[in-house]
């Protein structure tokens, strides 16, 4: 087959929509059809054509849920999409934590600040509806990146032979993502943790309330979130075992597994992963990169970068995975706007040649103001990605260590950075 050829402002590479903490997902029997608006993109907003690629022939829509706080809702309201989403999930009021073996419980109020639990696929399937119908091109696989040094275009060579050529490449492709390993990024790191997900539906109601619980054991920990009055979704972190592999091919034989781990647990838990939907249930790996490859890595090369879990897989300890990705979504889109506002064209001004001499010095000029806006957007998220990564760092490691001098110096080191630098939940991303 003979290699096509396309040209593009920007690319948004893509392993799943959106870019937030991975889940293995199952494949479906027939695509989904997903109609898809005329509403602009973020880039479309601020006069940047851009082009998203994505792996999958057609929208995935599986997954569990995605916990947002505050900073993600104030993320979603600049997207223009958080008045669709709201309806979607009831809010959460309160959070109930339970240390066992003891049974010490405590209580942090969420009444005066937004806090839901949405299914990933509604997530998915809005944010995909709010595109331009054009936007994304299904089944584009990235098999070769490489940079043309005559006119600073990144070129993409695509597994069916197309190869594009973009002035601006952004990956979110995942944790394994192509464009982070063209950027020489190091391998993000696997906890000796993994995770249970699923749904339990209660046609009449839970009855649960809009209560988000969290039970602390021995190595494990369970959470509990009500998406809506039908609805919970809810988790279980414990320690990675050689079964996996064989477990999580076989919902009935995970869903058994899981409910042995828990038998010390409160009963109400034990019955909700018993009712579970067998079908929704999915072992997730745990991945984080650390926090001293946030601080030292390289995030651009050229005209090139990444965002989401291709630059910052978060582990779900902090409920801070998804927030962050819409965060970087606006941060670096605010900062290439800023970039890369056209000049206006000058015609029957001047001799040809001039005009075009002029024409490729505007072009090498953006290309500077574009590795400027990248830098940008580095810089301001890389600290806010260091804090979050810390946090889940330690918080990983006081779960799968059997050094009580470990957990102990991990739990100071969390508490104090926690009162040093406040609550995540207040941060806001700014506006597009």
């Known amino acids: 087959m003979a290699a096509s050829h396309t040209s593009a402002l920007i690319v948004v590479a893509l392993a799943s929509l959106p870019s937030v903490p991975s889940t293995p997902l199952l494949p479906l029997s027939a695509p989904p059809t997903i109609p898809l608006s005329q509403s602009p993109s973020i880039l479309e907003r601020k006069g940047i054509k851009s082009r998203v690629i994505e792996k999958a ?60 639990c949405l299914k990933r696929s509604d997530l998915v399937e809005i944010m995909a509806e709010n595109l331009p119908s054009d936007t994304i091109r299904f089944g584009f696989q990235i098999v070769k990146m490489e940079s043309d040094p005559i006119t600073s275009h990144t070129i993409l060579h695509l597994q069916d032979g197309t190869v594009i050529r973009a002035k601006v ?64 979704y809810w988790f279980v ?19 058994d597994v899981t409910m042995e781990l828990v038998k010390d647990f409160p009963e109400e838990i034990f019955k909700v992963i018993q009712k579970c939907d067998l079908d929704s249930l999915t072992l ?3 991945r984080h990169r650390a926090p001293w490859d946030i601080l030292l890595e390289k995030f651009r090369k050229g005209t090139v970068t990444v965002a989401g879990d291709a630059m910052h ?6 409920g801070q995975g998804g927030a962050a990705a819409l965060e970087d979504a606006i941060v670096l889109g605010r900062c290439l706007a800023q970039e890369m506002v056209m000049n206006p064209k000058r015609s029957g001004m001047n001799s040809p040649e001039w005009e075009k001499r002029e024409e490729e010095k505007e072009k090498k000029a953006k290309f500077k103001r574009i590795e400027k806006a990248i830098d940008r957007y580095v810089k301001e998220r890389r600290m806010r990605i260091l804090r979050l990564s810390t946090q889940t760092y330690l918080i990983g490691t006081v779960l799968q260590t059997n050094s009580l001098a470990t957990k102990f110096l991990s739990l100071i080191i969390l508490f104090t950075l926690i009162t040093t630098i406040g609550n995540d939940n207040l941060y806001d991303c700014g506006h597009l």
């Open 169 to 232: 490449v952004i990956g979110c492709d995942g944790v394994h993502s192509v464009v982070g390993d063209w950027l020489n990024l190091k391998p993000t790191r696997r906890f000796n943790i993994c995770g249970v997900v699923g749904f339990t539906n209660y046609p009449e109601g839970h009855g649960f309330g809009n209560e988000f619980l969290r039970i602390m054991g021995d190595h494990i920990v369970v959470g509990r979130f009500p998406i809506n009055e039908t609805l919970i």
């Open 237 to 255: 972190a414990r320690p990675r075992t050689p079964q996996d592999t064989t477990v999580s091919k076989e919902p009935k034989l995970l869903r």
């Open 313 to 318: 897989v978060i582990g779900p300890f902090i």
């Open 284 to 286: 997730i790996s745990l």
């Open 57 to 116: 022939a057609y929208l995935r829509t599986q997954g569990g849920g995605i916990a947002l706080r505050p900073n993600g809702w104030r993320a979603l309201d600049q997207l223009g999409v958080a008045h669709l989403l709201r309806p979607k999930a009831i809010s959460l009021l309160l959070l109930r934590e339970i240390f066992l073996p003891s049974g010490t419980q405590q209580e942090e109020s969420f009444r005066d600040a937004e806090f839901r």
